[in-house]
């Protein structure tokens, strides 16, 4: 009791008399018993935290003989308990428990049992050499498939099939004047470096936006990168920007693509426009590189924290356990496609509800369309920043200075996400049989992923 404060201490030990100033004033009998059944509570509160440093003690030793990290886990709130009843050890404020000093009691809150693994030889075999080579050929013969298979599905009656989401949910093109008022069909999450540019094209097409093989953009505002005026389309929500998943139980279709992470934090440091890498543009030596990897804004970013439904590059770091919910999310989107397996990606969205219901669109493939009245997006209207100088890097001080286990270190739920992302999207390949057309393609390689011995699991493991 010797370090509480006078008040309390005065009351728990009992005592019959108040002191004030420098004097005692003796109490009634009446006053005397209230004093002492608040001794009997403050007992109690002594007995209750002795309890629970007990039993924290005990987590510490689990945690620790199954090499976990006991900093995940909100000592904090101890800590306050033993400072109001005077329970500091000789050291200090419950210096076992404590192990990290600089996070706050409210990052703490989430309790991790189970720490991510990460498998950093996912999808592409190598950072600067995504496996994208697909040939005109192959993506015709993925066309002609998807569209075979399309019309094996609308040979039943009872099949409702359209030509593209707005006919499925009987939108007339007339119904709103305006873009900026019309109600989107699709809903695109539009991650940066992640190959957004195509995936604004594939939304376009899906919606039944006019001038198909565009992407949206608006030409005031994205100069050279946008073909020419005219694109925003209003049925699709996020046609341009990078907004985030707010909405992820709203009916509304909902589609996205997924980037190696630390591919994309290579493509985002060299990229010379907007936040991707405001601070270091033009620099691409080692030093740069690992402060721009210490931007709190890009750490587990940003496909964890637009799945939470976050800015994209908000500051807030992800806590953990956060990581589930993004992952319960991913689940609820109407598909999402790999970069490192093109192919495989678009055959599998018209495999999933409700775009298997559209007759296949030949722009979704890189291919022009049928009637001649569209495009196909050329090179120079794409952001792409590969060059020699990246190439020099990547093969240069990133390899030889271990960058790929720097950029997982400082993104590991990112990298779980990221895996968990892999293992959903080969079980639906297997689920669907587009695993039996693999031979068909001259680029095979790219069904190799699924192939592995790991996916052999049924998408309801993953979404129940």
Not at 63 to 77: C, I
Not at 114 to 132: C, E, H, M, N, Y
Not at 387 to 398: C, K, L, P, R, W
């Amino acid at each position: 009791l010797t370090n509480l404060p006078p008040a309390i201490s005065t009351l728990a030990r009992g005592t019959t008399s108040k002191e004030m100033g420098g004097g005692a004033v003796p109490v009634g009998p009446a006053e005397g018993r209230c004093s002492v059944h608040v001794g009997a509570v403050g007992l109690i509160l002594r007995v209750i935290a002795a309890l629970l440093f007990a039993a924290s003690l005990v987590l510490n030793v689990v945690l620790w003989k199954h090499d976990r990290d006991p900093s995940s886990f909100t000592m904090e709130a101890l800590g306050g308990v033993g400072d109001l009843l005077g329970m500091r050890s000789a050291g200090g404020d419950l210096a076992l428990l404590r192990r990290d000093a600089n996070a706050t009691a409210i990052s703490r809150m989430i309790p991790v049992l189970v720490r991510p693994t990460v498998d950093i030889g996912l999808g592409a075999s190598g950072i600067s050499k995504a496996s994208r080579d697909v040939t005109q050929e192959d993506w015709q013969t993925a066309y002609e498939l998807s569209l075979a298979r399309f019309h094996d599905r609308s040979a039943s009656e009872a099949f409702r099939f359209a030509s593209d989401l707005k006919d499925l949910l009987g939108v007339r093109q007339s119904q709103e004047r305006f873009e900026s008022t019309k109600t989107p069909v699709i809903e695109l999450m539009r991650i940066p470096k992640g190959a957004s540019t195509h995936l604004s094209i594939t939304g376009r097409a899906l919606a039944g936006c006019k001038d198909p093989g565009y992407p949206c953009c608006i030409k005031k505002h994205d100069g050279e990168f946008c073909p020419k005026e005219g694109l925003f389309c209003g049925w699709v929500k996020n046609c341009v920007g990078h907004g985030s998943l707010k909405d992820p139980d709203s009916t509304t279709a909902k589609i996205t693509q997924l980037r190696n992470p630390a591919e994309r934090l290579l493509s985002g440091f060299f990229y010379s426009e907007s936040v991707h890498n405001k601070h270091h543009k033009g620099c691409a030596t080692w030093p740069c590189f690992k402060e721009y990897l210490s931007d709190p804004r890009l750490r587990n970013a940003p496909m964890t924290k637009m799945l939470l439904g976050r800015y994209m590059y908000h500051s807030s770091q992800v806590k953990p356990g956060e990581v589930e919910l993004a992952k319960e999310n991913l689940c609820k989107l109407s598909w999402f496609g790999m970069l490192d397996m093109p192919l495989a990606s678009k055959l599998l969205l018209y495999e999933m509800e409700p775009f298997n219901h559209l007759r296949p669109h030949p722009v979704v493939f890189d291919l022009p369309p049928e009637n001649g009245d569209g495009y196909v997006v050329e090179t120079h209207h794409l952001r792409k920043n590969k060059n020699s100088t990246y190439d020099a890097f990547v093969e240069g001080e990133y390899k030889n200075r271990n960058g790929l286990e720097l950029i997982v270190n400082l993104n590991e739920y990112e990298f779980e996400l990221y895996a968990f992302a892999w293992g959903l999207f080969c079980a639906r390949i297997r689920d669907s049989g587009l695993l039996q057309y693999a031979d068909k393609f001259a680029s095979a390689h790219h069904f190799d992923e699924c192939l592995k011995t790991k996916y052999d699991v049924p998408t309801v493991k993953y979404c129940p």
